[in-house]
């Protein structure tokens, strides 16, 4: 059992230096940050990026997040604006993917912002891939680590589970606390949101004292990673669920089913942000199971809900 895991490394100044060696030469490695594990690769290397992209099974259509320290690194690549300054003040290193204009002359290999002339940057709060930042020349793009399609992981197994042996260093940074992917708001003209996650519209808006629109949905994909299928645990998942079936796994909100067979509860409390950080742990937990079918019932469509609410809507586009 021990060898299996082999390549989940423990945090230590070994294992930075071995994390470095792996990127300085252009490999990929699992890596934890506060939202869910990453892939993270030399973001101004094409050979990094290239096995980003073939490891996931991704379509080079579908651009990455470029991960950095702080702010005086990222303005080498990107052009700064207002509402980036101020949402950087109040929310950075954290949870937040900001889409910004691409510098003409930046580094950042074309391939990974699939060719496009903005760039998805974040800086995310966690403290190893911090320290990892802090030492290496150039920013790392990083997507979730897992096949394209499938279900964000949480912890180091979970990215064991999809690239097995495929990537020689996974770092274990614990259980990611939020959970889920970051949020995405584009900032290159009016802001919008692209991808909802826990930190909330009405947050940014209290922050740029401005209203947000609701996002229209537009034939043309803003972001091309929302596509409609998405996180899907490989089984069928029925969302706003009433009745339960008998047979499935039901999750839900709340203890009213707490002991009970087949019932997962994503918060006891209820509280929407810990249900957002047990989404995907509960996803992989009821596959390993075995059971054939997700039920879901109904999520208050307020704050970290809307977040799980359009995960959990790209999942059942199975
Ligand atoms: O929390 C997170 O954001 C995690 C951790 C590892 O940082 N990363 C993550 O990356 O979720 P990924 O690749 O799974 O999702 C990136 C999202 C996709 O929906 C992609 O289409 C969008 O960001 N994106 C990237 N660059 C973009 C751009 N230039 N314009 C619009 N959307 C972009
Ligand atoms: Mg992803």
Redesign the pocket.
């Known amino acids: 059992m021990k060898n299996s895991y082999s390549n989940i490394f423990s945090f230590n100044k070994k294992t930075l230096k071995k994390t470095i060696n792996y990127l300085n030469n252009k490999n990929v490695v699992g890596l934890p940050?506060e939202?869910?594990?990453?892939l993270g690769g030399n973001a101004y290397s094409k050979n990094a990026i290239e096995k980003i992209f073939h490891l996931k099974g991704r379509p080079k259509s579908?651009?990455?997040?470029i991960?950095y320290y702080g702010f005086d690194d990222a303005i080498n690549d990107v052009v700064s604006n207002e509402y980036f300054i101020k949402l950087y003040k109040k929310l950075c290193p954290g949870?937040i993917?900001f889409?910004l204009k691409k510098k003409i002359n930046s580094k950042i290999h074309p391939l990974a912002?699939?060719k496009?002339k903005?760039?998805?940057i974040?800086f995310?709060n966690h403290k190893i891939t911090r320290s990892l930042l802090k030492e290496i020349k150039y920013p790392l793009a990083?997507?979730?680590?897992n096949k394209s399609k499938s279900v964000?992981p949480v912890n180091a197994k979970d990215v064991f589970e999809e690239f097995k042996k495929e990537i020689p260093l996974i770092v274990n940074g614990g259980t990611a606390k939020v959970g889920i992917?970051?949020t995405?708001i584009?900032l290159t003209a009016t802001p919008k949101i692209?991808?909802p996650g826990v930190i909330n519209k009405s947050l940014i808006e209290k922050i740029l004292k401005l209203k947000i629109k609701k996002q229209i949905r537009s034939k043309v994909m803003?972001?091309?990673?929302?596509m409609k299928k998405h996180y899907s645990p490989g089984i069928p998942v029925l969302i706003n669920q009433k009745k339960y079936d008998g047979k499935s796994a039901f999750i839900y909100l709340g203890n009213k089913f707490k002991n009970k067979k087949n019932f997962f509860s994503l918060s006891e409390r209820p509280s929407l942000n810990e249900a957002a950080s047990n989404l995907y742990k509960t996803f992989r937990l009821i596959k390993k199971k075995g059971y054939k079918k997700i039920q879901i019932s109904k999520i208050p469509n307020i704050k970290s809900g809307i977040a799980i609410n359009d995960r959990i809507k790209r999942a059942s586009k199975f």
């Open positions: 940050t939202t869910v594990y990453g579908n651009p990455l997040i991960h949870p993917t889409i912002s699939a496009l903005t760039v998805a974040r995310p990083m997507p979730s680590a964000s992917e970051s995405v584009d692209l991808r803003t972001s091309p990673g929302m």
